[in-house]
T-cell receptor, first 113, second 117 residues
């Protein structure tokens, strides 16, 4: 069974640009969550999508958005990039019931210059 | 408020030593879930174990063992006879009950384990 797949793995963007990251969950999983990991703030929850609907959201500005498609694949977008957005962005999938094991992908390393 | 504390920032041991990673959590819920993940340099968070708040049975899996104690709000992780391949950052995480918490894990700051040959 394939794991959580994220693309691209590495990318460099310039301040002010926008970026879109993609995530394919484990087959059969309907919940996709996104996390940001930085050395200063650690791992922080961005949002969760289930059956194409955002179900939960963390404490991030509106520049961070996401969506989920009917095949459960998800994308997250960050607009007007700031230097502080440089981070590892991790996607996770689960069956969507509270307490289910949440499986993570390898992440997308974003550098904003 | 919910919180996970991993007081040990970095631990360095020599191969074959036993090592215990500490995790203390705070929650007001009576139903919650605790997790341990391992993060190698590649970045992926690898799931190790999940425990719910009603299951205090400690578990041993190969060289890994976990000690869950609700009385002290701790969920510690021990590696017996450590190996160089165990070198990674280890995260303890909490998932609380409630519709606003689905998909949401609260992570500790992580403990970097270095196992030297």
């Amino acid at each position: 069974k394939a794991g959580v797949t994220q693309t691209p793995r590495y990318l460099i963007k310039t301040r002010g640009q926008q970026v879109t990251l993609s995530c394919s969950p484990i087959s059969g999983h309907r919940s996709v969550s996104w996390y940001q990991q930085t050395p200063g703030q650690g791992l922080q929850f961005l949002f969760e999508y289930f059956s194409e609907t955002q179900r939960n959201k963390g404490n991030f500005p509106g520049r961070f958005s996401g969506r989920q498609f009917s095949n459960s694949r998800s994308e997250m977008n960050v607009s007007t990039l700031e230097l502080g957005d440089s981070a590892l962005y991790l996607c996770a999938s689960s069956e969507g019931v509270l307490g289910n094991t949440i499986y993570f992908g390898e992440g997308s390393w974003l550098t904003v210059v | 408020a919910q919180k996970v504390t991993q007081a040990q920032t970095e631990i360095s041991v020599v191969e074959k030593e036993d090592v215990t990673l500490d995790c203390v959590y705070e929650t007001r819920d009576t139903t919650y879930y605790l997790f341990w993940y391992k993060q190698p340099p590649s970045g992926e968070l690898v799931f190790l174990i999940r425990r719910n708040s009603f299951d205090e049975q400690n578990e041993i899996s190969g060289r890994y063992s976990w000690n869950f104690q609700k009385s002290t709000s701790s969920f510690n992780f021990t590696i017996t006879a450590s190996q160089v391949v165990d070198s990674a950052v280890y995260f303890c995480a909490l998932s609380e009950n409630g519709s606003s918490n689905t998909g949401k894990l609260i992570f500790g700051q992580g403990t970097t384990l270095q196992v030297k040959p």
